[in-house]
């Protein structure tokens, strides 16, 4: 099994800056990617930003330019550093990890999720 534990999040002013991590730790073998997803009220999960194993990093169009996906190997953590928050950032931001736990055999895990709220 794999554990995720989220750290971060809270709230802020629009225009202001958060930061969240993610640090998996258990039976991981190799991690194939690392990312964040968000649920705002009302609405679906959807992907925040990921970074792959390869080194690729992938952002939604809605955070392009704010946000930065970036990740300690070594530590086998995620970071996400939100700047120039909108109001619209508002949501439960999600850890997910997908990782080999044998040469054969990988999973998709979740954290379990931290709140940010961009409020004036």
């Known amino acids: 099994q794999v554990q995720l534990v989220e750290s971060g999040g809270g709230l802020v002013q629009p225009g202001g800056s958060l930061g969240l991590s993610c640090a998996a730790s258990?039976?991981?073998?190799?991690?194939?990617?690392m990312g964040w997803y968000r649920q705002r009220p009302g609405a679906q999960r959807e992907v925040v930003a990921v970074?792959?194993?390869?080194?690729?990093?992938n952002y939604a169009d809605s955070v392009k330019g704010r946000f930065t996906i970036s990740r300690d190997n070594a530590m086998n953590t995620v970071y996400l550093e939100m700047n120039s928050l909108k109001s619209e950032d508002t949501a439960v931001y999600f850890c997910?990890?997908?990782?080999?736990?044998?040469?054969?055999?990988?999973?998709?895990?979740w954290g379990q999720g931290t709140q940010v709220t961009v409020s004036s």
């Open positions: 997910n990890v997908r990782a080999y736990s044998s040469y054969t055999s990988w999973d998709e895990y």
């Open positions: 258990g039976s991981i073998f190799r991690i194939i990617a």
């Open positions: 970074t792959t194993s390869g080194g690729s990093t």
